[in-house]
């Protein structure tokens, strides 16, 4: 089965704090995602890595950045923290070839204060 | 907006009925759906998915149909149990290289005993 672990299921933080969210996949994906999950709204795409050291912008990248220096982790963070960034945190993986079929980790809530 | 939509955001049924979940997508270049089952607190777990050149495709007491001409998409599961209760949510994807999917916001599917 696949598996994709989050750092944190739940975290709480004040604004201004740089923040540091990780994720590990064990099936050997190409491909890392990170998503924001908001009632309503869905799951937005904030930052992708095809490959390590590759990142792409999503659909909401602003206040955020990424980091992929192993092909097994992928790492999101919040430069400064600020309380519009309270949110759910959806990790992702996938395969080069497959790319479409992602397997998500259990999230992580972020509050920030 | 949203690209890929859904016609009912809640749905109640009685344990042992059938339950339908519809979508409707907007995009015709899109050539592969994903259905994702999101339990509370939970990551959402892959389910099922079709490609375009199909119109039916059938997992463990679940059905994926798919409607090119009028851009809908169903996901039925038979004999719906407690644990079946859950967020459902479709994605679509314009395939190719293409990694990016685009999710509903999800059908609240509950049910009673």
């Known amino acids: 089965d696949v598996k994709v672990t989050q750092s944190s299921r739940y975290l709480v933080k004040r604004t201004g704090e740089k923040v540091f969210l990780e994720c590990v996949q064990d099936?050997?994906?190409?491909?890392m995602f990170w998503y924001r999950q908001d009632p309503g709204l869905g799951l937005r795409l904030i930052y992708f890595?095809?490959?390590?050291?590759?990142?792409e912008k999503g659909d909401i990248p602003e206040g955020y950045s990424v980091s992929r220096e192993k092909k097994e982790r992928f790492s999101l963070i919040l430069e400064s923290a600020s309380t519009n960034q309270t949110s759910m945190y959806l990790c992702?993986?996938?395969?080069?070839?497959?790319?479409?079929?992602?397997?998500f980790g259990p999230g992580t809530r972020l509050l920030v204060l | 907006g949203e690209s890929v939509g859904l016609h009912l955001p809640t749905l109640s049924v009685q344990e042992g009925d059938n339950s339908i979940i519809n979508c409707a997508y907007s995009n015709s270049a899109s050539d592969y759906f994903i259905w994702y089952k999101q339990e509370s607190g939970k990551g959402p777990q892959f389910i099922i998915d079709i490609r375009s050149n199909m119109d039916k495709r059938q997992g463990q007491r679940v059905t994926v149909l798919l409607n090119k001409t009028v851009k809908h998409l169903s996901l039925q599961i038979a004999a719906t149990q407690p644990g079946d209760s859950a967020v459902y949510f479709c994605a679509e994807n314009l395939g190719g290289s293409n990694y990016k999917l685009t999710f509903g916001k999800g059908t609240l599917l509950t049910v009673n005993p």
């Open positions: 992702a993986s996938s395969f080069m070839d497959r790319a479409k079929t992602q397997y």
């Open positions: 099936m050997d994906h190409e491909n």
């Open positions: 890595s095809y490959d390590v050291k590759m990142k």
